[in-house]
């Protein structure tokens, strides 16, 4: 990816995936209305409000995922993966570059991936010429494209940490909770972090992770 770094232009801001907020502790038995058997409920209540729900999708940008149809969440559920992003007008460039590589077919019959697939914004920040170079280089649009998906089908939980590729090699996640990031230095504008905007997206095959940047094998 020497090409795509050596474009001097501004990163987009990466956008913040939404924190979830965290319940406040019961209140003393004494003070609470209810019978003392609801004080437990409680208590598990705002332990459960920390986390994000493992089968629900979480952060700012899945507000951009249509509520109905085969774009929807609930829509790309029942497609292999390639196929539901083909439905996400979110994820138009990325299905653009999936084709021009022959991808599709490959990623549609994975048993069980996770993938991190950068949203329109994050090929736009890219320069164009250098984005129309890499979608012309097949084998190294393949190279990105393929580090982008990681093995094994992830939940939040269990999303941090180092993975290894389906390029073989590995990507670098930290974070915990609803909050993801790839650090700046494996991206390709190198300048900031790519972040989660819109995780845990289930499809028949995968599960899908949109960030906000376009990711970068090491070089060397």
Known sequence: MTLLRSRGV????????VSLSACGGGEPASSSPGSSSSTPSSSAESTESTEPATDAPFGEA??????????SVEGMSDD???????NNPLLSTLVQAVTAANLADSLNSQEAITVLAPA??????????????????????TAVLTHHVIE???APDELAGEHTTLNGDTVTIEGSGDEFTIAAEGTVLGENPATVICGNVQTANATVYIIDQVLTPAQG
């Open 10 to 17: 501004l990163a987009a801001t990466a956008a913040l995936a």
């Open 62 to 71: 899945c507000a951009e995922v249509p509520t109905e149809g085969e774009g």
């Open 80 to 86: 292999p993966v390639a196929t539901a992003a083909s």
């Open 120 to 141: 329109n914004p994050a090929f736009e920040a890219v320069p164009a010429d250098a984005l129309e170079a890499l979608l012309a280089d097949t084998d190294q649009l």
């Open 152 to 154: 094994g089908r992830l």
